[in-house]
């Protein structure tokens, strides 16, 4: 069979540079939104008896952009495509991964059903809020890890006494995987939230941080709230200089002034989400990991174990750092 990688509109540049990796060209592809919001979306090339790739991240407009996967599902199917894979960088309604007071909806869940419904046959995906959201998936899901390739950039900045810091106790089991990477320490913030505003107060931070560099590690941040109260306690508590990696950076137009304005001296993040509101920001560092999907859709291809990229990434996959 024959792969074909297309990009929904909020995917184009990442899945040009899946295209490049691999030596192939993007689909051709149209996306149109009518006056009243109505999506229209058109494959303008075959894809009959194709394994098609559909680059889409759910990110900065999230009912968009995933409405938009449905439709494009679809629309493969219904061209006869041999199978449908959503690679899908970033997964913002996997927030959504519990019921934890009455009357809500798991919206994770929901997402999940309604693009296996709509045809697809696979999703490609990265860190994941929380890894048991592969279990809303009845197909097989490619769950992907930012880690080293973050890791690899922080070893280049020659960190001396680094004690990695996770923004709460949610986050310790991957701090400790960052910190076991790096060959440091780890501590842990005590943070509050009494709301389902994305501000929440950090009270404490556990662990030893006096005369030491700190990384701020967590998945994602939206308005920066929480990492900038962690880094302005861990300034308290007597840190040197700090820095923050995530695997999404959803910053707002607001969240990057914080940001500017705040003790850090360095987000490092990734491109799994188009977002013009960093581009000109000098504390802000995107690593690439559209080579790390590149290699799990050809290993796919080449019905090859993709297994291996979750603890040993290939040395080219570096070269972008």
């Excluded at 997402?111 to 696979?122: H, M, P």
């Amino acid at each position: 069979m024959e792969i074909k990688i297309f990009a929904g509109s909020s995917g184009k540049e990442f899945a040009q540079k899946i295209c490049d990796y691999l030596g192939t060209e993007l689909g051709k592809s149209r996306v149109f939104t009518f006056t009243e919001g109505n999506t229209y979306v058109k494959a303008d090339e075959t894809v009959r008896d194709k394994d098609v790739y559909l680059v889409q991240s759910i990110g900065l407009h999230p009912n968009n952009e995933f409405t938009e996967i449905l439709f494009w599902v679809d629309a493969f199917k219904r061209a006869s495509a041999n199978t449908v894979t959503v690679v899908m960088p970033y997964f913002s309604y996997a927030k959504g991964d519990k019921k934890d007071e009455p009357r809500v909806s798991i919206r994770g869940r929901v997402c999940a059903e309604c693009i296996e419904l709509a045809g697809a046959d696979r999703v490609v995906t990265m860190d994941l809020h929380s890894p048991q959201i592969q279990g809303f998936f009845k197909k097989p899901v490619d769950h992907l890890f930012a880690l080293p390739i973050l890791c690899e950039y922080v070893k280049t900045l020659n960190l001396d006494d680094l004690v990695v810091v996770s923004p709460d106790s949610g986050f310790t089991k991957e701090a400790r995987n960052y910190a076991k990477y790096l060959k440091t320490s780890v501590a842990i913030g005590d943070k509050e939230r009494d709301d389902h505003s994305e501000n929440a107060k950090i009270v404490d931070i556990v662990g030893d941080v006096e005369g030491k560099n700190a990384l701020i590690v967590d998945d994602f941040s939206i308005s920066g709230g929480t990492l900038i109260d962690v880094a302005r306690t861990l300034k308290e508590k007597g840190a040197k200089k700090i820095y923050a990696a995530l695997s999404h950076v959803l910053l707002t137009e607001k969240g990057v002034q914080k940001l500017e304005d705040s003790p850090i001296e360095l987000l490092i993040s990734t491109d799994s989400v188009n977002n013009p509101y960093i581009q000109n920001s000098d504390k802000v560092k995107i690593v690439s990991v559209a080579p790390l999907f590149a290699e799990t859709i050809g290993r796919i291809d080449r019905r090859e174990s993709v297994s291996p990229l979750f603890n040993e990434v290939p040395n080219k996959i570096f070269e972008n750092i």
